[in-house]
Nanobody, 124 residues
Framework: VPLQAYGGGLAQAGGSLRLSCKVS????????LGWFRQALGQEREFVAV????????NYADSVKDRFTISRDDSKSTVFLQMDSLKPEDTAVYYC??????????????????WGQGTQVTVSS
């Protein structure tokens, strides 16, 4: 299942960016969707996850109250609104999707489908 992420770029500390990820599947509502990030020289880490129909969400402590994950299944798209950005948010951001009976998928190994990544750079 192809996932296409876009919307990254350069922002100043305290600024905002919105990432989008389109899911190329006939039934996007069947997917749990998540965002991960990978800073240079570090392992890929969980950022946020959203359940089917957007009923439930979960966030990494490092982004809680600053980032918001949402989805629009009519557009087959998941979003990550990033506010109050910090230099430590600089990373390549990846969207991920998985058909699953459980929704709170926070490990890289929980997902079979990945987008290509989009760079987010936050300057101080």
């Amino acid at each position: 299942v192809p996932l296409q992420a876009y919307g990254g770029g350069l922002a100043q500390a305290g600024g905002s960016l919105r990432l989008s990820c389109k899911v190329s599947d006939d039934t996007p509502s069947h997917f749990v969707l998540g965002w991960f990030r990978q800073a240079l020289g570090q392992e890929r880490e969980f950022v946020a996850v959203i359940s089917w129909a957007g009923v439930s969400t979960n966030y990494a402590d490092s982004v809680k109250d600053r980032f918001t994950i949402s989805r629009d299944d009519s557009k087959s798209t998941v979003f990550l609104q990033m506010d109050s950005l910090k230099p430590e948010d600089t990373a390549v951001y990846y969207c991920a999707g998985q058909r699953s009976r459980t929704w709170n998928l926070v490990r890289v190994s929980d997902y079979d489908f990945w987008g290509q990544g989009t760079q987010v750079t936050v300057s101080s």
